[in-house]
């Protein structure tokens, strides 16, 4: 049973991006709460300390009144904006989190692969990276229908693909709007990682208004979007004002390049690793990932012999074999040798043995044929070569 034994590390190492992802979420929804509270408090604070300096409350009534009035109106306010905040995107960020860490933990109290339960969560697993395929790859109904069939809404990051999808699409149609809301929105990881998306989209708006003609408004735009990041990026400013100079139909390669087109497919690729990164998310679908790991410790050079397939191989079948010439071959210290006429490994139990023309397969499939063939056994791919089964002999590994 120690092969069919359960990997836990193994599998929670694709399991990371899958908890990591409403955690982040409700890390936003934190630090959102924190900015209301220490905002509003220090203003209540503020007039606190103003009311507290004066020399006497009893000389203007009305307006410490008014003051006290506006203080509690302002406690009042965050309560209500907390309590919002935390109905709307608190609560269900916990209950997903809550749902996802149960998910794993069922995980873990298993023993062994070849159990109802195991089963069962392995489905449920290779229904959410069917969605997350379907995710990336822009077939979102698909997503929806395969997660509610299933039953697996919270398991999945089909609202993070949405936001994803709105903005990409934004940004086809030449709209920068949308990607630097969410910059703004999330200003403070980007500048932690020093990802320059934002930069990017402030460069490609300049570039428009130097595309349309708008001189003026290019150069206003310069001045309060790009200039502040002069340190970092005073070459590409130097440049981009350099471009008002050059038409659109230039041919000078430095300015034909911010003038092409093909920058915004740029962005959007800049834009989805960005959120990647942000989210913990893999930049491949992690139904990519496990089918390369799997075939990567399948590919052997016998799966490319025709005479050495095996047909219980998933790497001997053409087309996965196909896929797999882009894994590495497989490293296995010690090696399971399988019969390629039943597909069981040959063993103590099941010794290899092998015809006088060399070939070798288990003593199962040898002793199915003989039983059939009146004690005659024979090579399948020579079946006119017929032996007797006193003349099979004993294979040893060392």
């Known amino acids: 049973m120690s092969y069919n034994r359960l990997n836990v590390e193994g599998i929670m190492l694709f399991e990371q991006p899958f908890a990591r992802v409403p955690y982040e979420n409700y890390r936003k929804v934190f630090r959102t709460s924190q900015k209301n509270i220490e905002k509003e408090l220090g203003a209540v ?27 509690i109106a302002r406690v009042e306010g965050l309560k209500r904006k907390l309590s919002d905040m935390q109905e709307s995107a608190g609560k269900p960020t916990l209950n997903v989190m809550r749902e996802r860490l149960q998910h794993l933990a069922a995980m873990e109290e298993l023993e062994y692969t070849n159990t109802p339960e195991f089963t069962r969560w392995a489905d449920a697993r290779l229904d959410r990276w069917l ?144 959120i990647y990164h942000l989210s913990t998310l893999p930049t491949e679908p992690l139904l990519h990932l496990a089918m390369y790991a799997g075939l990567a410790s399948l590919r052997l050079p016998a799966c490319y012999n025709h005479d050495t397939k095996n047909v219980d191989c998933p790497t001997c079948n053409p087309e996965l074999g196909e896929l797999a010439k882009e894994v590495p071959f497989s490293h296995h210290v010690n090696s399971t040798i399988v019969c390629r006429m039943t597909g069981k490994i040959m063993d103590a139990d099941n010794m290899p043995m092998a015809l006088p023309n060399g070939q070798v397969y288990s003593k199962e499939a040898f002793d199915e044929m003989a039983a059939r063939n009146d004690g005659y056994v024979f090579d399948p791919r020579n079946p006119a070569d017929r032996y007797e089964y006193t003349q099979l002999r004993k294979v040893f590994i060392s």
């Not at 300096?53 to 009893?58: A, G, H, P, T």
């Not at 092409?260 to 962005?267: A, I, Y």
């Open 131 to 274: 969605v997350d395929w379907s995710l990336r790859n822009g077939k979102e109904n698909t997503a929806r229908m395969i997660a509610a069939e299933k039953g697996i809404e919270k398991l999945v990051d089909i609202d993070l693909f949405s936001d994803i999808r709105r903005i990409e699409d934004a940004l086809k149609r030449k709209s920068c709007t949308e990607a630097l809301a969410w910059c703004s929105e999330n200003k403070a990881a980007l500048r932690k990682l020093k990802n320059t998306l934002e930069f990017d989209l402030r460069l490609q708006e300049y570039i428009e208004l130097a595309r349309a003609g708008k001189t003026v408004e290019a150069m206003a735009y310069s001045k309060k979007h790009l200039l502040p990041w002069q340190e970092t990026h005073y070459r590409q400013i130097v440049q981009a004002a350099a471009l008002l100079c050059c038409p659109p139909t230039t041919t000078c390669g430095p300015y034909k390049r911010l003038y092409d087109p093909g920058r915004w497919s740029t962005l959007i690729q800049s834009f989805r690793l960005a």
């Open 45 to 71: 604070q503020n007039t606190a300390k103003e009311l507290a300096n004066k020399d006497s409350l009893e000389a203007d009534v009305d307006a410490t009144t008014k003051a006290i009035d506006g203080m």
